[in-house]
């Protein structure tokens, strides 16, 4: 057993949860005097969300077109074509609709919040926040942190309605059908607990995904080099991160 590389993990484990407790308790600070930094949050939102709604709209139109291209015909085979609106609210609903989301916010905003950071330290701009009073957390940690996770949130939203909607088109191809019956078959499968499962996941990827980009960010030291380093271990970080709190939280799903 490599007890020094177990060591390492736990202290980075500790120092990653004591950030996230600092920026969680920033966000109340934030909330009652931040009307300085709304600006940097606002632009998060957009770039986080607003500017990835295209790749999202391809991606989540690409797999409801799969899932019906192979599905249906596969099921139909056994007489079970019903069982396609149980395979789409699992599939993009519960599973790949967070997830994937989790993948384009971690591809595009990890991987820019961790270089802006990591450039702010090199240029010694978080010194002089710090250096005039200014807690670096509060003014530039926690509007990227509720940015990014409001964003993955509402694109999870999006991802889901999109490639359901999607779908119906789909079907409209090969098998016409009313949109009521449609609609009214998908909502019958969707449950209260796919819902939860599915806002859940995308909260939960979107602290990851924020918080670890903000640790890579102001982890570098002093040679510019560094700063596309930084991006790297953010997005490798939170793909990491992600995939294994879906599958805790996936585990959990399915145990009760």
Known sequence: MNIPFLMRILENSLYTLGVFTKIIRSTGYFIIRGHVAFKILIMQILFTCVEALG???LLAVGIGVALIG????FLAGFSQERLIYSLLITVITRELGPLLGAFIIAARSATAIATEMAGMVISHEVEAYISVGVDPIEYLA???FLGVTISMFLLNCYFSLFGLGGSFLVTQLFKPMPA???FNNLLQILT????FISLLKSIIFGMIISTVAIIEGFAVE?????IPVAGLRAVSSAFTGCIV???LL?????SF
């Open 70 to 73: 192979l599905g249906m015909p």
């Open 142 to 144: 926690v509007p990227r």
């Open 192 to 195: 209260l607990s796919d819902l």
């Open 245 to 247: 709190m879906d599958i």
């Open 180 to 182: 009521s019956v449609y």
């Open 222 to 226: 002093r040679a510019s080099t560094e």
């Open 250 to 254: 996936s585990a959990l799903y399915y």
């Open 55 to 57: 790749i999202t709209s």
